[in-house]
Each structure stands twice: as C-alpha cells, then as structure tokens.
C-alpha cells in the first residue's frame, strides 16, 4: 500500500545522514552556506525532495495535480505537523497545492523551480522500484514534461532543476543545461535563468 510519510521509514534516514546542504540536490538548487531558497516543485509527488529541501531551510510550495497523490500527501504533512518537534518545523515550510503546475507557476514568482520527470524504473533498492510502480499507477504518464520545463524556465528567478536517471537522454526540444551534477543513479540538470 503506498503511504506519504515524513516521520518514519527512509526519509528520516535520509534527513539524518544525507549530508546536508552538501548533497546533490541542495547544490543543484543553489543552497549555499548562507543562502535559502524559496523553492516550488512542480511535481511534488510523495514530497521527499521537498522535505529534505524544507528540512535545509528552504521554503517550499509543492504542486501536484493527481488528486490521489495529493490527498496522501497531504495526509503526510498533517501527520508530521501532529508528530510536533523538528519534524513538524521542517513541514510548516512546507506549502501543498492541487493543481497543473503548468497553469500555477506563471501565477507565483517562484526562484528556483523543481521539475521530477517520470522516468522508467531503477534497477536498484525494491522499495523505491515499488514506490515509484505504485505513483506511476496512479498518475499515469508524464507527457507534458516538455511544456512544463518550458514554462518553468520562462517563470523562474534564478534557476531550473531538472531530476531524471544519470544516463537519460538529453531533449532536444528544450536548450543545453548551464550546468549538471551528477549522482551515481541521479542527475540534475541545471538551467540558468538567462
């Protein structure tokens, strides 16, 4: 059964020893010593990227447009806020809304914007393999990403970030990233405000 928790399981892990505002996705999104960042992601999904990012400093506003996924989303952050303590600090930066990120993003004024593609699954770690099967289940294929990442690189501040597999083939219908940092699985493509 999928579940959207932010106070057990892998992401406390991850909140514990994943390096802080040295790991990958802080530097993608320009998380420096003594920077934060006012962050949307526009496909929020099951909100770990999101949490991690709040958990840093950030001020996140997720966007996500599967009614399913945002209900357990939302399940999620009321039960971390019930939780109380850090958990529930690092949720109150934490902002949730339903809708099309690609009609909701011109309307804010978002620096840095988020974008988590939907892609074939990994090969590694089966919990992550069958979290991923059950989301795509629910929300279906992504074929929008391309308009998206369009009108996020229009509407941003600063920067893009787009997550996809580290071997994943580069668009031709979007312009060469600024830069990339790469993970062992993971990569984040980086798009400059220009």
Known sequence: MLKCSFIEGAILH???YGK???QNLAKAV???SNKNRTIVDATAGLGYDSFILASLGANVTLIERS???HKLLQEGINEAKEYGGH?????NRMDLIFGDSKIIIPKLSPEVILVDTMYNER???ALVKNNMRLVREIVGSD???IELIKIALECTKNRVVVKQPRYAEPNDEIRKYSHQILGKTVRYDVYMKV
């Open 67 to 69: 009614e399913k996924i």
């Open 123 to 125: 090969k590694k770690s």
């Open 20 to 22: 802080g505002r040295g």
């Open 30 to 32: 320009g998380m420096k």
């Open 143 to 145: 074929l929008d990403q």
């Open 14 to 16: 991850r909140l514990k």
């Open 87 to 91: 958990i529930s600090s690092i949720v």
